[in-house]
Nanobody
Framework: QLQLVESGGGSVQAGGSLRLSCAAS????????MGWFRQAPGKEREFVAA????????DFADSVKGRFTISRDNAKNTVTLQMNSLKPEDTAVYYC????????????????WGQGTQVTVSS
């Protein structure tokens, strides 16, 4: 059974950067499309970015295009979300998620979720 653990959250001022990591265990990561989602207080969980099993397919929410990048290392079973030029509206709990043998940009397409890591961006 796949397990996901996020790390790297924290507090940063607007314009700053953070790097989130997701460590997977229990199953080979190559079987999964990996995604990042976020949920701000009082809002629904929303898609942020996804990367296909080979790393060639990338999807980003319009709100983060040009600022966030996503990468994966299947040998190390890790996925990274590099967040640059952060804005206060990026404040949320960020979740790593895995979709087995399919692509996806919506919550229901993902089978496995991490516990989340808090990102706070102050103005």
């Amino acid at each position: 059974q796949l397990q996901l653990v996020e790390s790297g959250g924290g507090s940063v001022q607007a314009g700053g950067s953070l790097r989130l990591s997701c460590a997977a265990s229990g199953m080979p990561l190559i079987l999964y499309t990996m995604g990042w989602f976020r949920q701000a207080p009082g809002k629904e969980r929303e898609f942020v970015a996804a990367i296909g099993w080979s790393g060639l397919r990338l999807d980003f929410a319009d709100s983060v295009k040009g600022r966030f990048t996503i990468s994966r290392d299947n040998a190390k079973n890790t996925v990274t979300l590099q967040m640059n030029s952060l804005k206060p509206e990026d404040t949320a709990v960020y979740y790593c998620a895995a979709a087995r043998l399919r692509d996806g940009t919506t919550n229901h397409e993902y089978d496995c979720w991490g516990q989340g890591t808090q990102v706070t961006v102050s103005s």
